[in-house]
């Protein structure tokens, strides 16, 4: 199963094995890690689920659809590698990949 790195802003990690087809927020919320709170449990309808995606890993991640842009506008802390992690679906390629948690999440 690929590994997924959480990155708190603190600098705290968190690394979990995230099943294929679960999408990067589930595996931090069924793992219970913090600073992924998804009170919309999924529907990109909260942006409380945001992290940033290291450049590195955008052509395996993404980009965001008009939705999903258009809800983070309402998140705190928003920056140009910002996603919101219910809207990534996990694949193999994303073995490895490292996200971080902005601070309104903590
Ligand atoms: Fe609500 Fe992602 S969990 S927008």
């Keep these: 199963m690929p590994r997924i ?3 708190e802003d603190d600098g ?8 294929v087809g679960l999408s990067v ?12 709170l998804a009170e919309c449990g ?18 395996v991640t993404g980009v965001a659809s008009e939705v999903e842009a258009d809800m983070l506008e309402f998140a705190e802390h928003v920056r140009p590698e910002s996603r919101l992690s219910c809207q990534i679906t996990v694949t193999e390629a994303m073995d490895g990949l490292v996200v971080h948690m902005p601070a309104s999440q903590g």
């Design 5 to 7: 790195t959480y990155v």
């Design 12 to 19: 705290t990690r968190h690394v979990a094995e995230v099943a």
């Design 25 to 36: 927020m589930e595996g931090a919320v069924r793992n219970g890690f913090p600073g992924i």
């Design 42 to 59: 999924g529907a990109c309808a909260c942006a409380t689920c945001q992290v940033y995606v290291p450049e590195a890993w955008r052509a």
